[in-house]
């Protein structure tokens, strides 16, 4: 693959480079190979060091010769999550806190460098397996495809590209990388799509890989079209009441808001769609804690005939102001 030039598409020649690096073959392959373009002054390689494998210090030891050598920065993170863990947060999964605490350094190294990105290593593999883990578990559209090549501040050049591919590359070069032992731990739900599960489709159809990625490609666009239809639903209700001289009231003038009426216009489908944006803009950008039950009630509560009542779902709060829904 091209990654300069995918990476040319998100980043300036002066723009410093967020990378999230493991030193496992991935992260590894995207320095590697970054190395080798004009952006090679331009990395920060980042590395957390959890403490929790033997091999993490043999790791970030690694990384800081290789940094020495090839002249480009680094930042490393060493932090005890399982005493973390037990002190902080003991109802929480270590993975969990794991991941918490290694998003909370990358948002730090953000700040420092002032840049709003970072590159992550995520290839066609770990797409799929989030994929069938997702699906396995129950989800929405959104989860299903929430591995794209930019979301938010994460960037992900690798996800047409198989695990393989890079590893042979590695081998072929002769580039030292670690390999984490616990990803053959098939008692993990993860490793056990990766390792048992997820291969006996190739026994159908060898092409399945990219049969998937073309599938969550399609699946995108979909949820891209969707997403649309919601915005420009909202904003032509914001204007058409906002302009109308009945409903000039103070807090009309300071939040969002849409006829009841024209709620009921919409599909189902994009009735709940609606709420679901509203809610993920109300709570953090998540749906978390959002359930098919909550979207009924609320449906429920925009038809209800009693004015001047509010429904609230964590942070999502609406008010029925004669027939228009307030939030």
Same mark, same amino acid.
């Given at each position: 693959?091209?990654?300069?030039?995918?990476?040319?598409?998100?980043?300036?020649?002066?723009?410093?480079?967020?990378?999230?690096?493991?030193?496992?073959?991935?992260?590894?392959?995207?320095?590697?190979?970054?190395?080798?373009?004009?952006?090679?002054?331009?990395?920060?390689?980042?590395?957390?060091?959890?403490?929790?494998?033997?091999?993490?210090?043999?790791?970030?030891?690694?990384?800081?010769?290789?940094?020495?050598?090839?002249?480009?920065?680094?930042?490393i993170a060493s932090w005890n999550i399982k005493d973390i863990r037990d002190k902080f947060y003991p109802s929480m999964g270590i993975e969990e806190v794991a991941r918490n605490k290694r998003y909370e350094f990358f948002n730090a190294i953000l700040n420092i460098y002032n840049a709003d990105k970072v590159?992550?290593?995520?290839?066609?593999?770990?797409?799929?397996?989030?994929?069938?883990?997702?699906?396995?578990?129950?989800?929405?559209?959104?989860?299903?495809?929430?591995?794209?090549?930019?979301?938010?501040?994460?960037?992900?050049?690798?996800? $047409?590209?198989?695990?393989? %591919? =890079?590893?042979?590359?590695?081998? #072929?070069? /002769?580039?030292? +990388?670690?390999?984490?032992?616990? *990803?053959?731990?098939?008692?993990?739900?993860? $490793?056990?799509?990766?390792? %048992? =599960?997820?291969?006996?489709?190739? #026994?159908? /159809?060898?092409? +399945?890989?990219?049969?998937?990625? *073309?599938?969550?490609?399609?699946?995108?666009?979909?949820?891209?079209?969707?997403?649309?239809?919601?915005?420009?639903?909202?904003?032509?209700?914001?204007?058409?009441?906002?302009?109308?001289?009945?409903?000039?009231?103070?807090?009309?003038?300071?939040?969002?808001?849409?006829?009841?009426?024209?709620?009921?216009?919409?599909?189902?489908?994009?009735?709940?769609?609606?709420?679901?944006?509203?809610?993920?803009?109300?709570?953090?950008?998540?749906?978390?804690?959002?359930?098919?039950a909550n979207i009924e009630e609320v449906i429920k509560f925009i038809n209800w005939k009693n004015n001047k009542t509010i429904k609230e779902i964590k942070e999502m709060k609406l008010i029925k102001e004669n027939e228009i829904i307030v939030f």
């Open positions: 693959m091209n990654l300069e030039k995918t990476i040319s598409k998100y980043y300036t020649e002066d723009e410093p480079i967020i990378l999230a690096c493991s030193t496992w073959p991935d992260s590894m392959y995207i320095l590697y190979n970054l190395l080798e373009t004009k952006y090679a002054k331009n990395i920060v390689a980042c590395y957390f060091n959890h403490k929790l494998r033997l091999e993490s210090d043999k790791e970030e030891e690694f990384l800081e010769r290789l940094w020495k050598e090839k002249w480009f920065k680094v930042e590159i992550t290593w995520h290839h066609l593999d770990d797409k799929i397996e989030t994929f069938f883990f997702n699906l396995a578990r129950g989800t929405k559209l959104t989860w299903l495809i929430n591995m794209t090549e930019k979301s938010w501040a994460i960037i992900r050049p690798l996800l $047409n590209i198989e695990k393989k %591919d =890079i590893v042979d590359y590695l081998d #072929k070069n /002769n580039l030292k +990388y670690f390999i984490d032992e616990t *990803n053959h731990d098939t008692t993990i739900t993860r $490793n056990k799509l990766r390792h %048992d =599960i997820i291969p006996q489709f190739e #026994k159908v /159809n060898k092409n +399945y890989k990219q049969n998937i990625n *073309n599938l969550t490609n399609y699946l995108e666009e979909v949820k891209n079209h969707i997403e649309k239809e919601v915005e420009d639903f909202l904003e032509e209700q914001w204007i058409q009441i906002f302009n109308s001289a009945k409903y000039k009231i103070n807090t009309l003038e300071i939040y969002w808001y849409f006829y009841v009426k024209a709620f009921n216009s919409l599909s189902s489908l994009l009735q709940k769609e609606v709420i679901k944006n509203i809610y993920f803009k109300t709570n953090w950008n998540s749906t978390i804690g959002l359930s098919e």
